[in-house]
Nanobody, 122 residues
Framework: QVQLVESGGGLVQAGGSLRLACAAS????????MGWFRQAPGKEREFVAR????????YYADSVRGRFTISRDNAKNSIALQMNSLKPEDTAVYYC???????????????WGQGTQVTVSS
């Protein structure tokens, strides 16, 4: 079992930045692929970014590549998502995700955080 708690969401103007954090507890953190998904009102939960267990490889959705950066600190059992050049279409609830296998879609993820709201005003 892995427990995930997100923080860092909020309201920001277009072009601004936010940094999300996810703290994990439970089983061996370094054994899990970690990532972020987001869900806007009326839309499906979509993949944003993933980082491999050792942190050597990262993967991004096309819509955020070049603007968002995912990172992890295995010593602190945490990951972060640095979001720059934010756009109104980035507005969503952002969820931290964890699984022992690589994932790209919602159904592949075993563990979720409770979500944190990000709102980007135009």
């Amino acid at each position: 079992q892995v427990q995930l708690v997100e923080s860092g969401g909020g309201l920001v103007q277009a072009g601004g930045s936010l940094r999300l954090a996810c703290a994990a507890s439970g089983r061996t953190f370094s054994g899990y692929h970690m990532g972020w998904f987001r869900q806007a009102p009326g839309k499906e939960r979509e993949f944003v970014a993933r980082i491999t267990r050792g942190g050597m490889n990262t993967y991004y959705a096309d819509s955020v590549r070049g603007r968002f950066t995912i990172s992890r600190d295995n010593a602190k059992n945490s990951i972060a998502l640095q979001m720059n050049s934010l756009k109104p279409e980035d507005t969503a609830v952002y969820y931290c995700a964890a699984d022992q296998r690589p994932f790209r879609i919602r159904d592949e993820v075993d563990y979720w955080g409770q979500g944190t709201q990000v709102t980007v005003s135009s």
